[in-house]
Each structure stands twice: as structure tokens, then as C-alpha cells.
């Protein structure tokens, strides 16, 4: 075969997959939105307080055997932003494996309905319940002068 085929047939699907890894990269900051700009391991999360949807954050232990007594007293405590402790903390050293998981707000900026707010139905007093309990249909007149 030519090698100047080889060649331009390499360049062409060299640029056809870096054109994909853009558009993946790009789909999932799209789908995540500012979660995409988070690392694997969060270990301060006072670094990321200007993200808007998360709400708090939650300590995860990995190894509970290697954590320090603080870490496997607080482990799924969920702490406000502010108030969260950078890790490692003093006295854990360096093979700490804990870190931080967020929170995020899902709704959709819709007022969360409250229970006792909602009208409850009183039977009685609307006219009761119009089911029928006899088992029979309700008759269907539509069809009544066709046949």
C-alpha cells in the first residue's frame, strides 16, 4: 500500500478520536453542569463554595481500619460547607483515605409542597364515595339509537 495513504488514513482517524474525547468531555460538563469541575477525592471542601448545588457535604471513610478516631466517629456526617474540616487532620498522617462527597440540590426550583397544606378530601361531607359496591357497570347510553 502507499505509505502517503497510511499516513493521511492515520491523521484522519487520529483527529476523528480526538473529536470524540471533545465532545465526551464537553457532554459531561453539559450533563453535570458545575459537578464536572470537582477531582475524585475532595479533601477541603471550603475550596468549592461558590458551587450553587451542592448543599452539603458528606464525610466518606473508605478504610475505617486506617481512619483516626475522628474520621470513624463522624463517617456519613454530613456537614455544611463552612463548617467542614479540611482533611487530613492532625494527628491522622498521610495514609488517611477519607475525603468528602457532595450533596447536591435536585429540585428543580419548585416549592416543595407541605403535607399540611394540601386540602384533605372529607367523603362525608362531599357527597360520599361514588362507587359503585354493587359489582354492576354503569350503563352505556351512546350507542343506544344505532343498533
Request: charged share 35%.
Amino acid at each position: 500500500m502507499d505509505p502517503m495513504l497510511i499516513a493521511g488514513a492515520g491523521g484522519v482517524l487520529a483527529t476523528f478520536l480526538t473529536a470524540i474525547l471533545l465532545w465526551r468531555r464537553q457532554r459531561r460538563r453539559h450533563l453535570l453542569g458545575e459537578l464536572a469541575l470537582l477531582p475524585a477525592r475532595v479533601l477541603n471542601p471550603r475550596q468549592f463554595q461558590g458551587l450553587k448545588r451542592i448543599r452539603v457535604w458528606e464525610l466518606e471513610v473508605d478504610e475505617p481500619g486506617k481512619a483516626c478516631q475522628w474520621a470513624r466517629e463522624a463517617d456519613g456526617r454530613r456537614f455544611p460547607c463552612d463548617s467542614a474540616v479540611p482533611l487530613p487532620i492532625a494527628g491522622c498522617g498521610t495514609r488517611c483515605t477519607c475525603h468528602y462527597r457532595p450533596i447536591t440540590e435536585n429540585r428543580k426550583r419548585r416549592r416543595r409542597r407541605d403535607p399540611i397544606e394540601q386540602p384533605s378530601i372529607d367523603f362525608e361531607a362531599a357527597g360520599g364515595d361514588r362507587r359503585r359496591h354493587d359489582g354492576r357497570r354503569k350503563e352505556d347510553h351512546w350507542h343506544q339509537g344505532q343498533r
